[in-house]
């Protein structure tokens, strides 16, 4: 009788499939020792509410929630779920697609704490999510404009904030890049050092080779 790979034997290849087998999903995957699943939109609250009380799942955990951005897709904008089961020692990660018009429903009647988790994606992918009952940025100012994990976010050309003692108030001004751009060549960080008894890449920017032929006489 041949043997069963070990493959075959991996608690979330059975898991996945028996996912597979009772919701509708866009895909199921292993990938790098971690179960994946994809799934539309609409299907994304139940899936997340089989996930954390189906008593082979227990995912009962929300550990974060992050985005990603493919700028050459249709649906740019991806969502990541990433849960925990502590009953079974098992993690999964969720995915749902999306692009820059088109909302994506909230999880907080599921896990409370996806508000925080959508409030960030939110701020940095500008992901909408029908129903977060506080849908305000979290890390960038008020009235801050753009999304700045997104791909095609410029560096430049946005306003910062600051508060300004002598009008006693915070003020908005154009960003402004008060260093120049330096240049480095990579080469020795101890160029110029006096007491160099050895050759290091880049000393001879500060010519030590003269002194150093004349020290050793």
Known sequence: MAETPALD?????????????????????????????????????????????????????????????????????????NLLSLKHNQRIRVKVWTNEETPVPSVVDVYPTAGWFERETWDMYGVFFTGNPDLRRILTDYGFDGHPLRKDFPLTGYVEMRYDPEQQRVVYEPVKLTQGFRKFDFLSPWEGSPDMIYNLPGDEKAA??????????
Not at 208 to 217: I, P, V
């Open 208 to 217: 030590l080779n003269d002194n150093f032929e004349k020290r050793m006489g």
């Open 9 to 81: 034997n991996n608690p979330l290849v059975e898991l996945g499939e028996y996912i597979a087998a009772s919701l509708t999903l866009s895909s199921h995957e292993i990938i790098r020792g971690e179960l994946i699943l994809t799934c539309a939109r609409e299907t994304l609250v139940p899936l997340l509410t089989f996930l954390r009380d189906e008593p082979r799942c227990k995912f009962q955990q929300l550990m974060d929630i992050c985005g990603a951005d493919y700028p050459n897709k249709v649906d740019r904008l991806c969502v990541v779920y």
